[in-house]
């Protein structure tokens, strides 16, 4: 089993859809929780990150952590073309812990 | 901003070539990482850097070796390239310092063994 799972899609939805992303993970020591957005042919960006559990917003996006159900979900609102890519889940238990471990990231495609 | 540039965005070589693929960061960061990216398995970490001349071995570095004599230069060595290492290579960096961990990804190298 993997240490982060994550569905790899692809997920096509319309313009001004909600996309809802998620990963589940199975190391409860993971305290950072990361959501990375990978545009075609580029290298992935970070575009929001949370410490252990509770919802961080950023503009149309919403960051979710369940820690007690080992479960992280982003959520983009009112989506645009420019959304489309591919989202990578990461989490780290910190300055302790040397490496990310990522999710195989899910391919978004938003039609417009 | 933080910059991590990789010289070669997309190589084609040769089975059994040495392939040298070079990644400068511009922000004095510690930390240096080299990943491969495949289709449905995600990002898994190769060697990663935590200082000059130090390395660690990831999760897949058979086949790969690398080189920091630099602070602000890894590199990736493929002493004799298969066609199973054809992939997306990507090179990050962080402080040393890091909270979170976030990683500052360049744009990646695409290598191709015929």
């Known amino acids: 089993q993997k240490e982060v799972e994550q569905d790899p899609g692809p997920l096509s939805v319309p313009e001004g859809a909600i996309v809802s992303l998620n990963c589940t993970y199975s190391?409860?020591?993971?305290?950072?929780f990361m959501w990375y957005r990978q545009y075609s042919r580029k290298g992935p960006e970070l575009l929001m990150y949370t410490y252990s559990s509770g919802n961080k917003e950023d503009g149309r996006f919403t960051a979710q952590v369940d820690k007690s159900s080992k479960y992280i979900s982003l959520f983009i609102r009112d989506s645009q073309p420019s959304d489309s890519a591919t989202y990578l889940c990461?989490?780290?238990?910190?300055?302790?812990?040397?490496?990310?471990?990522f999710g195989a990231g899910t391919t978004v495609t938003v039609r417009a | 901003d933080v910059k991590v540039t990789q010289s070669s965005r997309y190589l084609v070589k040769r089975t059994g070539e040495k392939v040298f693929l070079e990644c400068v960061q511009d922000m004095d960061h510690e930390n240096m990482f080299w990943y491969r990216q495949d289709p449905g398995l995600g990002l898994r970490l190769i060697y990663f850097s935590y200082d000059v001349k130090m390395k660690e071995k990831g999760d897949i570095p058979e086949g790969y070796s690398v080189s920091r004599e630099k602070k602000e230069r890894f590199s990736l060595i493929l002493e004799s390239a298969s066609t199973n290492q054809t992939s997306m290579y990507l090179c990050a960096s962080r402080p040393g310092d890091t909270i979170t961990g976030e990683l500052f990804f360049g744009e990646g190298s695409r290598l191709t063994v015929l």
């Open positions: 190391n409860s020591a993971f305290q950072y």
């Open positions: 990461a989490m780290s238990g910190g300055s302790n812990d040397y490496k990310l471990s």
